[in-house]
Every structure is written in C-alpha cells, then in structure tokens.
C-alpha cells in the first residue's frame, strides 16, 4: 500500500481482556517497528523484525506482550489480560533497510482500558 | 544511556510570527542521527529531517530551517512564517549509528492560532 495501515484506529478493552492490533507496513518493507506511546509522552521502542524473524523485543513491558509477523509482511501485536497501564498509543513503522530512522509511521491505534 | 531532551512543553504563536523549537541530546557515541518529526492531530509520525553526526551543515527546506551545534549538543527546528497547519506536536530523536532505535523526546505542542 502506500502507506503504514492500522487497525483498528481505536479500542477499548475491559480490564483483562486480550487484545490484537494490526499492521500493515509499505509493500517490500523488510523492517518493521512497533512503538508505545503514552499520553504527553514521545513513543518509545517495543520490538522491530527484519522479514519474518524478530530480532528484538527488548522494550516489550511484559511477557503479557506479544508480537509476530509470521509470512515478513503484516505484523500483529497481542497483548493478553489487559490492564489500565496499557492504555496508550500503539504506533508501527515499517522501512526498506535496517536502521538509521527514516521509517514510515501509521497512525495508530489508540488503545484504551477500562 | 542516550536522551533526548525537549524543555519546551507548549508553544503559542500567532500566524505569520517564527518560532524556535529546541532540542538538546544527550549520548557519548560519536555516530548517531538527529530527527525531527511532526505529529498532527491524526496521530501519524511524519518524518521532516535526518542529521548525522558528522554533518553540522544548517540547512533551510522551505519555511523550515534546523540548527545543529554539537558543542552544545543541541538540534533546533525554526518555523519562519509559521502557518495554522504547523499547528501539531514536533518530537525531536536520536539514533545511534550502531542501532535501530528511535529516542524520542517528550515532544513540543506548537499551536498556531489565526
């Protein structure tokens, strides 16, 4: 597409409740990012694959957190039994090489918990 | 560990008037990347400059124009003229030469009021 897709833009999850956000980055985009980004906050790091493999999920906050992108296209980020810490701004980018910024950013998906 | 440092939380002008967004970084590798980007009110990350480190040339894009000093460790993004549609929160990043890893500041609510 022609551009980093989304879905959905906005949820709200119970408290406890198993969640699942998609991305769909640029076509041929072999990097692919996930960020978190809490209210009045910049986005901060969760995970990024290279195709299919991911090579780091350091900054996932939990083991309840959870990211694959099983076919090095569309990337889903599953989070199980939700809590009111994980409301936030989930935002994925995608890019063509490695590193060094420049990436694509959807807009998000604005993920509250009640 | 590297930071991104944005003092400014809020900005008020008046259309036509310039404005200074500042940014000052914070790592002791001597490769890395400075970045801004504009998020407006629809959530995207849209990408406006990559600086690297070796590169301290200022540079001007339209109504644009960054400052990058490193002896003051700083990286500043001047709107001249500004306008009612750079109205948006600007955030400020950094990545080191050797990762992948956006560090963001806590970004800059501009809002350019009529």
């Known amino acids: 597409g022609a551009g980093v897709s989304q879905s959905p833009r906005y949820k709200v999850a119970k408290r406890g409740q198993d969640v699942a956000l998609r991305c769909d980055p640029i076509?041929?985009?072999?990097?692919l990012f996930w960020y978190q980004q809490a209210l009045g906050q910049g986005p901060e790091f969760l995970t990024y694959?290279?195709?299919?493999?991911?090579?780091?999920k350091s900054g996932l906050p939990s083991d309840r957190f959870f990211a694959e992108r099983p076919e090095g296209s569309v990337s889903t980020l599953k989070i199980q039994r939700t809590q009111q810490e994980d409301s936030a701004v989930y935002l994925c980018?995608?890019?063509?090489?490695?590193?060094?910024?420049?990436?694509?950013f959807g807009s998000g998906t604005r993920l509250t918990v009640v | 560990a590297q930071k991104v440092t944005q003092a400014q939380t809020e900005i008020s002008v008046v259309e036509k008037e310039d404005v200074t967004l500042d940014c000052v970084y914070e790592?002791?590798?001597?490769?890395?990347?400075l970045f801004w980007y504009k998020q407006p009110p629809s959530g995207e990350l849209v990408f406006l400059i990559r600086?690297?480190?070796?590169?301290?040339q200022n540079e001007i894009s339209g109504r644009y124009s960054w400052n990058f000093q490193k002896s003051t460790s700083s990286f500043n993004f001047t709107i001249t003229a500004s306008q009612v549609v750079d109205s948006a929160v600007y955030f400020c990043?950094?990545?080191?030469?050797?990762?992948?890893?956006?560090?963001f500041g806590k970004g800059t609510l501009l809002t350019v009021n009529p």
């Open positions: 980018a995608s890019s063509s090489q490695g590193g060094h910024g420049g990436y694509t």
């Open positions: 076509s041929g985009h072999v990097s």
């Open positions: 694959f290279q195709n299919e493999a991911q090579l780091d």
């Open positions: 790592t002791r590798d001597t490769t890395y990347y």
């Open positions: 600086r690297n480190s070796f590169d301290e």
């Open positions: 990043a950094l990545i080191l030469g050797s990762n992948y890893k956006l560090t």
